[in-house]
């Protein structure tokens, strides 16, 4: 398959903003170290950095990420969520389709990285 180029590749407007998603896109995909910890400092995460250690970021990010079973775990699913609808009683959502997260799945292939790796 042949992926078009758009303004997300190449040369354009949007061309450096692209490559700074794709480079904070690995930054999040990747298990903290202490220069993604330097490096969220350095942001200014105010409210959320300064109460975390290094150890507790990893055992956040492997159940957000790499455990099924977690009940942290967010699946690649986010066309449930991009199909939400509310009602009086709240947010409703779509049951999963086979094969939706296929989005998600080809930009963590973009982005070199599988979960089963970690």
Same mark, same amino acid.
Request: hydrophobic share 40%.
């Given at each position: ?22 480079? !904070? ?15 969220? !400092? !350095? ?27 977690? !009940? ?47």
């Amino acid at each position: 398959m042949v992926e078009s180029r758009g303004p997300t590749t190449g040369r354009g407007p949007l061309a450096a903003s692209a490559h700074r998603a794709r480079r !904070a896109g690995r930054l999040l995909l990747v298990e903290p170290d202490a220069a993604a910890l330097a490096a969220l !400092a !350095a942001l200014g995460t105010e409210g959320y950095r300064e109460q975390r250690e290094l150890d507790a970021l990893r055992i956040e990010f492997a159940e957000r990420l790499c455990h099924p079973e977690s !009940a942290r775990y967010i699946a690649p699913c986010e066309h449930v969520f991009r199909r939400r609808w509310q009602t009086s009683g709240g947010w409703r959502f779509p049951a999963p389709e086979p094969g939706g997260s296929a989005d998600v799945e080809r930009c963590y292939a973009r982005l070199g990285f599988e979960a089963t790796d970690l």
